[in-house]
């Protein structure tokens, strides 16, 4: 399970690591304007993750303070949850009839939540409420509506990029990579070659330098979608895709040996068993015990989600970088993964008006902006995006001036440049996940042919749906 599995776990812990020690504890937030109009005590629930460090937790908790300061018979009952157990305890507590009135899609749970049927419909008391829904990052609504339903309040939204060393590549006498997503003269053959061309010494632990780690991303579709094509979808890519819409993933639409993904896949798995240009999953598990790969200046260039920044910043690295798109694909496809989190409310709540305004309090005006702060996440509020941005032109190493940022972070989250990464849109996701790495295991240690290999995936990911379906 190490190389795809391992990759995505690592990544979830040095987030974590970052975000507990990075920034200082928030203030309290500026009070939210009018007060309750119902004079009975009422007591909301919120369920958040237990497991995000104490400056979140000091965020929580002004939080807390704030909204009840501002409405004094509102009590807000906080239950903690690690993030193994989130999505199932948010389940049990909602068969018991005693669903939290507010919680978050911190755990991939936005597909499950959607397809138990826990999710309020958001659209009425957002117009109640006259929030500006384009206060938002478009893509960050469109990732949390339904057939016209709102299903939540975005607090991050966040691209996946390619990361790269500047010095290495100055050193190699390269060109860097663009940071316009219109380029097409950068495309995944160009990446390649510059990979070969920054690779050396791989032979000699301790000096080995690699051109490029691509991780494959979720189900593979970090590099399928670049092929323009995705698992769950007959053809094209995961707009095509009904799984992506219901959070539900069929038995009967699974096309992992289709021969775009199957392409995909075996251009992923030569990087390392062929080229040569990515570390073996044994040097990655060695770099990454380090910290994020392209943290130990051994790595060319890295594809990965914008909250390595936050990874970056704590490691203070000795080398210049910067951030460029997604390459173009051998269709023509620079499609990146999106990654949206954010509050959503209960079905089953008896206080809805109440614990939407709660929502709202926490996802603007200051809250929002102490808890961008805190987590490093890019913020889903737009008001909010300039200030990130030059916190990240000002960060320790960073070639790239502002401007440039913005291209290649903002161009990234602008309308079909990219799509949510199916962690956050598929029900029953870390079995999923589980199935897709045990079975490309030996794929990507070149023990097993990419065709076996996909049809094996095809076969083993139908069995699993199956048996999540009984």
Not at 43 to 50: A, G, Q
Not at 127 to 135: I, M, P, W
Not at 196 to 214: D, I, R, S
Not at 364 to 374: D, H
Request: glycine share 10%.
């Amino acid at each position: 399970m190490l190389h795809n599995g391992w990759r995505r776990r690592a990544a979830g812990v040095l987030t974590a690591v970052a975000m507990a020690a990075a920034g200082c504890g928030p203030a309290a937030s500026t009070a939210a304007k009018g007060s309750t109009a119902s004079a009975a005590p009422v007591t909301l629930t919120w369920l958040v993750r237990s497991d995000m460090g104490a400056n979140i937790t000091k965020w929580e908790n002004d939080v807390v303070t704030g909204f009840e300061k501002a409405n004094p018979n509102v009590h807000i009952t906080v239950i903690g949850e690690p993030w193994a157990g989130y999505n199932a305890k948010l389940l049990a507590l909602t068969a018991a009839g005693t669903p939290p009135d507010v919680y978050a899609t911190f755990a991939a749970g936005f597909g499950t939540f959607l397809a138990h049927g826990t999710l309020a419909d958001l659209n009425s008391y957002a117009k109640g409420a006259n929030l500006n829904l384009k206060e938002f990052q478009s893509s960050a609504i469109a990732a949390l509506t339904r057939n016209g339903r709102l299903y939540g309040l975005p607090f991050d939204n966040m691209p996946s990029l390619i990361f790269y060393n500047k010095t290495l590549f100055d050193q190699a006498h390269l060109p860097l990579p663009p940071t316009s997503w219109q380029d097409k003269n950068w495309t995944t053959s160009i990446m390649l070659a510059d990979a070969k061309a920054l690779t050396k010494n791989t032979t000699q632990p301790g000096k080995a330098v690699w051109g490029l780690n691509f991780p494959p991303g979720q189900m593979g579709t970090a590099v399928s979608w670049v092929w323009g094509c995705d698992p769950t979808a007959a053809s094209g890519g995961p707009q095509n895709s009904q799984a992506y819409l219901t959070g539900v993933m069929s038995a009967s639409q699974l096309f992992f040996n289709s021969p775009c993904y199957t392409a995909a896949m075996r251009w992923d798995k030569d990087l390392s068993v062929t080229e040569g240009v990515s570390p073996s999953v044994a040097s990655l598990t060695t770099l990454s015990q380090l910290g994020d790969p392209i943290t130990t200046g051994r790595i060319g260039m890295e594809q990965a989600g914008y909250w390595v920044f936050q990874n970056l910043f704590l490691a203070k690295p000795k080398f210049q970088w910067g951030v460029a798109p997604i390459p173009y694909g051998p269709t023509g496809s620079d499609l990146t993964q999106d990654w949206t989190d954010a509050w959503v409310m209960s079905s089953k709540s008896t206080h809805k008006s109440l614990a939407f305004k709660f929502m709202v309090y926490m996802s603007t005006g200051a809250s929002a902006k102490e808890f961008a702060q805190i987590t490093g996440f890019f913020p889903a509020l737009t008001s909010l995006e300039q200030t990130t941005l030059q916190a990240d032109a000002a960060a320790l190493g960073m070639s790239e001036n502002l401007s440039q940022l913005q291209s290649v972070i903002l161009g990234g989250l602008a309308k079909g440049q990219g799509f949510e990464a199916p962690g956050h849109t598929l029900a029953n996701w870390n079995q999923i996940n589980t199935t897709w790495a045990n079975t490309t295991d030996n794929l990507f240690i070149g023990k097993q042919t990419t065709g076996a290999a996909m049809a094996a995936l095809n076969q083993a990911m139908a069995t699993q749906l199956q048996s999540n379906a009984g």
